[in-house]
């Protein structure tokens, strides 16, 4: 189907894949080729670092700000607290005084 001629190819294919591979392990496990990985993974722990120290940086910063909205918010809910006692303190004066206006009357009138 394919002939004798793709038989060939393929096997020069092959071979050629071989010898390559065979010379890039050669490459691979030179002096300089160890020399060039060890300083990328230098640089790549390097770039690690930074990126946990600027991580850690966020975290913190997340949370002084989560604790600062926390103050506001008990802060505000403080107020509103007060605020409504001052209402119902309000309220219940009122009731005293009409209270004693109406048993106050009574007797003035009789």
Do not use: H
């Not at 770039?47 to 913190?60: F, H, I, P, Q, Y």
């Not at 910063?61 to 209402?87: F, G, M, W």
Request: net charge neutral; glycine share 8%; charged share 35%.
């Amino acid at each position: 189907m394919f002939g004798l001629d793709f038989g060939w190819k393929k096997l020069a294919c092959f071979a050629g894949g071989v010898i390559f591979g065979t010379a890039g392990i050669a490459v691979l496990k030179s002096k300089d080729a160890k020399k060039f990985y060890t300083c990328c993974t230098a640089a790549v722990l390097r770039g690690k670092d930074a990126l946990m120290n600027t991580a850690m940086a966020v975290r913190e910063n997340c949370q002084d700000i989560y604790e600062d909205a926390s103050d506001i918010n008990e802060t505000r809910y403080k107020e509103e607290d007060r605020k409504k006692l001052e209402a119902a303190r309000e309220l219940v004066r009122q009731y005293e005084e009409k209270m004693a206006d109406e048993t106050a009357r009574p007797a003035a009138e009789g």
